[in-house]
């Protein structure tokens, strides 16, 4: 007896696959027309099944790769409502395609809905939290928000110590100190109490080693709110720098005390307490330093100082030879190699 099925394995906007198979002892004929072509097979049962799942894959992969091209030619020749028409209506069918909620991302951007498409990306990197398409347009939708949000900001505000920040820090990323600090203090004025803004101020007058007024502006911040460990390392950097050891220890252990994986802090304070003759205090700070960052050059050195300090030479040679390894681990190949008299050759 033959037993005849139509199957309706594909179809799309453009073509239509219609297959009917009937089964004739241990042999399985498929019948597959398309378009006025007719194809005929003869298979064993087993590689029917293994034919209708390739075929199935195959078909499904085609319909992701149609919508996809359907979808960006849609947005490269500028109706970006239609590649959002055809990207939704995919994407109910197929939610993970990254690729093509990407391109409906881009048509959103497009049509000026920044917060719509911002949306869509974050549901694709949910999807590929690695894709690079998808990070690469989340930069550009952020900036379009952030952009339309600073605007929002010096439309409402324009003489806020909020807006006065923005264009201090705007500068400071320009390298315009002197404009930097007239919109700082500028909003200081309007907000005197600025935690934010009083740190800022003094972290750009550390930077240009006005160490005195930037200790006039940490304090300024600790007054005005709970002490946070860039005061406490500032504070602690610029009495460092003013050669205040005691003043700069308190403040340093106190930074530590905050992050306590910090690395650049822990040197800090083996730093002060080394200028200040605590040669053994100091060994194991500069030692955890060197724990949180094993390449820190300036740590071995300092380390090899405390220990020569302290009498124990081998620690000391130890320390100084690992920061000779660092060294000569950072030089080109060709200079690695010895000279005439054994050692490395120098630069010229």
């Not at 497009?110 to 690695?130: C, T, V, Y």
């Not at 600025?194 to 304090?219: G, N, P, W």
């Amino acid at each position: 007896m033959w037993t005849c099925v139509l199957l309706n394995l594909h179809e799309d906007a453009r073509s239509q696959v219609a297959t009917s198979y009937f089964v004739l002892g241990t042999k399985l004929f498929l019948v597959a027309d398309a378009g006025g072509w007719q194809l005929t097979l003869s298979l064993g049962l087993s590689s029917f099944w293994l034919l209708t799942l390739v075929v199935g894959s195959s078909t499904r992969a085609y319909g992701q790769s149609s919508a996809l091209t359907e979808c960006t030619r849609a947005l490269y020749s500028g109706d970006n409502a239609l590649a959002v028409q055809l990207a939704e209506k995919h994407l109910s069918k197929y939610p993970k395609d990254v690729a093509v909620r990407v391109v409906l991302a881009r048509a959103e951007l497009a049509q000026g809905k920044p917060l719509q498409a911002f949306d869509e990306l974050q549901r694709a990197l949910e999807s590929d939290a690695k894709n690079i398409d998808a990070l690469y347009y989340m930069s550009l939708v952020s900036k379009e928000l952030s952009h339309s949000e600073y605007e929002r900001l010096f439309s409402l505000a324009p003489d806020s110590f909020r807006a006065h920040q923005l264009l201090a820090e705007a500068a400071l990323s320009a390298d315009n100190a002197s404009e930097a600090e007239r919109e700082f203090k500028r909003a200081l004025e309007v907000n005197p109490p600025s935690v934010e803004v009083s740190t800022e101020l003094a972290e750009l007058k550390r930077s240009q080693s006005k160490f005195d007024e930037a200790i006039a502006y940490y304090a300024q911040a600790e007054k005005n709110g709970p002490l946070s460990y860039d005061v406490a390392y500032g504070l602690g950097a610029c009495y460092t720098y003013k050669q205040e050891y005691p003043q700069a220890i308190e403040w340093l252990r106190k930074a530590v005390a905050f992050v306590s994986r910090s690395a650049t802090g822990r040197f800090a304070l083996g730093n002060a307490l080394f200028q200040n003759g605590q040669f053994e205090a100091a060994v194991p700070e500069l030692n955890e330093a060197l724990r949180l960052e094993p390449r820190m050059k300036q740590a071995y050195f300092l380390l090899g100082r405390a220990y020569s300090k302290l009498g124990r030479q081998e620690e000391a040679r130890g320390a100084i030879r690992k920061l000779d390894e660092l060294n000569r681990s950072e030089m080109p190949e060709k200079e690695k190699k010895p000279g005439p008299d054994g050692n490395p050759k120098q630069r010229r």
